[in-house]
């Protein structure tokens, strides 16, 4: 997480009391930096940069010291890789996570067109894609969307995730 965050998480679980000696594992809790690659158990963690949080930066960013960091991943293990967006300020935002083979890539579609994303994934090398945080009016047009989905991937390519979605990869 986020370097300010951890102070704040720790205290929170000391307040709820979580305490670190009561957990059945060792917690260890890492400030990301963004290209900053960790490596646990064999599967490595990339954490980059996106631009979700500029907008809410420049209109609050002389008033709070917060860095507004916002972070998409790239995990690689020894047979899968799994790219996990969160939320993006832009599609640009995945370039860099998507250069390699993806196996898995798991994404927002709540702040831009359908279409836009759908342009830009379908150059890439991506075996499924789940979209995830899907806006109201996705929601409302769904099978819209799927069709125009398929104009860009195919037929089993992409799954448009629901409360409780469940995946073996």
């Known amino acids: 997480m986020p370097r300010e965050g951890i102070a704040t998480v ?3 679980l000391n307040t709820v009391l979580l305490f670190e000696e009561l957990m059945k594992f060792r917690m260890s809790l890492v400030p990301l930096k963004g290209k900053r690659k960790i490596s ?5 963690v990339t954490a980059w940069n996106n631009t979700h949080l500029e907008s809410l930066k420049e209109n609050f ?12 991943f790239r995990v690689d293990g020894r047979k899968t890789s ?8 832009a599609p640009l935002d995945l370039v860099p996570l998507l250069q390699k083979k993806t196996d898995v ?6 702040h831009f067109e359908p279409i836009t994303l759908f342009e830009f994934l379908s150059s890439y090398r991506i075996q499924k894609i789940i979209f ?9 047009n769904l099978d819209q969307t799927k069709k125009l989905a398929l104009k860009f991937f195919k037929k089993r390519q992409c799954i448009f995730a629901e409360d409780g979605l469940r995946l073996r990869f």
């Open 105 to 110: 890539l798991i994404v927002e579609l709540a």
């Open 61 to 72: 960013g002389k008033m709070y010291p917060n860095k507004f960091e916002s972070f998409c």
């Open 40 to 44: 646990v158990r064999g599967v490595s």
């Open 10 to 12: 720790r205290n929170y």
């Open 132 to 140: 995830t945080h899907l806006g109201g009016f996705i929601q409302r």
């Open 82 to 89: 799994v790219v996990y967006s969160g939320d993006v300020g």
